[in-house]
């Protein structure tokens, strides 16, 4: 246990170390250079990271006095003869492929780094009925469509990691509610939720009904088969 309580020690201490060494500020360098540095530090930073960039991690890389929106307007000018672009998702930054190269992509079979999980259509709408009406309850859910929305299914879309538990319903028996993660948003290339297609387009197609669930959350009637609290 010592040892180990030593080794964390020396793991700190470098960190400190490296951390000092860093120079954000670049000061020797000309006004020009060192706002080029700032912006390939930036986008580098962006390449490597497997998720949306934050402002507050980009800070981390650059002077105090950086502008990392203007940073970003001259990355953005920079890209635009190329392939992919930067974009906002999630609350942050992140490279993404330019639409119209899409097909190309799709027709190559390559593996991509940002690919989503394959979804069947039924998890897909349960997927989009829980980002619009969340925190929503299983039993709210199946009132939506209609039918029995399964643990399967929640199952799945927690797996895809698109889903997690969110706050208990204030209803008998406090069943689970679920609510959509980040990477929700960056799988789909949102911003924030506010992004989502209209729902009237959704209720028009009749996959989901906006009035049923306000029907099942007025009567403050628990679903036997929903997860209670013990």
Same mark, same amino acid.
């Given at each position: 246990?010592?040892?180990?309580?030593?080794?964390?020690?020396?793991?700190?201490?470098?960190? &400190?170390?490296?951390?000092?060494?860093? +120079?954000?500020?670049?000061? =020797? *360098?000309?006004?020009? @250079? #060192?706002? %080029?540095?700032?912006?390939?530090?930036?986008?580098?930073?962006?390449?490597?990271?497997?998720?949306?960039?934050?402002?507050?991690?980009?800070?981390?890389? &650059?002077?105090?006095?950086?502008?990392? +929106?203007?940073?970003?307007? =001259? *990355?953005?000018?920079? @890209? #635009?003869? %190329?392939?992919?672009?930067?974009?906002?998702?999630?609350?942050?930054?992140?490279?993404?492929?330019?639409?119209?190269?899409?097909?190309?992509?799709?027709?190559?079979?390559?593996?991509?780094?940002?690919?989503?999980?394959?979804?069947?259509?039924?998890?897909?709408?349960?997927?989009?009925?829980?980002?619009?009406?969340?925190?929503?309850?299983?039993?709210?859910?199946?009132?939506?469509?209609?039918?029995?929305?399964?643990?399967?299914?929640?199952?799945?879309?927690?797996?895809?990691?698109?889903?997690?538990?969110?706050?208990?319903?204030?209803?008998?028996?406090?069943?689970?509610?679920?609510?959509?993660?980040?990477?929700?948003?960056?799988?789909?290339?949102?911003?924030?939720?506010?992004?989502?297609?209209?729902?009237?387009?959704?209720?028009?197609?009749?996959?989901?009904?906006?009035?049923?669930?306000?029907?099942?959350?007025?009567?403050?009637?628990?679903?036997?088969?929903?997860?209670?609290?013990?």
């Amino acid at each position: 246990m010592t040892g180990a309580g030593e080794a964390k020690k020396t793991r700190k201490k470098t960190n &400190v170390a490296a951390e000092r060494l860093f +120079d954000r500020e670049l000061g =020797d *360098l000309p006004a020009d @250079l #060192r706002w %080029r540095e700032w912006m390939m530090r930036v986008e580098a930073v962006i390449f490597a990271s497997a998720e949306p960039v934050t402002r507050e991690i980009l800070a981390r890389v &650059v002077g105090k006095d950086c502008s990392i +929106d203007l940073l970003i307007e =001259d *990355l953005r000018e920079e @890209l #635009r003869s %190329r392939p992919y672009e930067l974009v906002s998702v999630a609350g942050g930054w992140q490279h993404r492929s330019r639409s119209a190269y899409a097909s190309a992509i799709r027709a190559s079979a390559a593996p991509t780094r940002s690919a989503a999980a394959v979804l069947s259509e039924h998890e897909s709408m349960v997927l989009m009925a829980i980002g619009y009406f969340q925190p929503v309850t299983r039993s709210e859910l199946s009132k939506i469509f209609g039918k029995e929305v399964s643990r399967d299914t929640i199952s799945a879309l927690r797996g895809a990691g698109f889903v997690s538990s969110g706050p208990r319903s204030p209803t008998p028996g406090a069943p689970y509610t679920y609510v959509t993660t980040k990477h929700f948003l960056s799988a789909f290339g949102m911003e924030t939720l506010r992004d989502l297609p209209d729902m009237e387009a959704l209720e028009d197609a009749g996959f989901i009904s906006r009035h049923a669930v306000r029907t099942e959350q007025a009567s403050l009637e628990p679903d036997d088969d929903d997860e209670v609290a013990e």
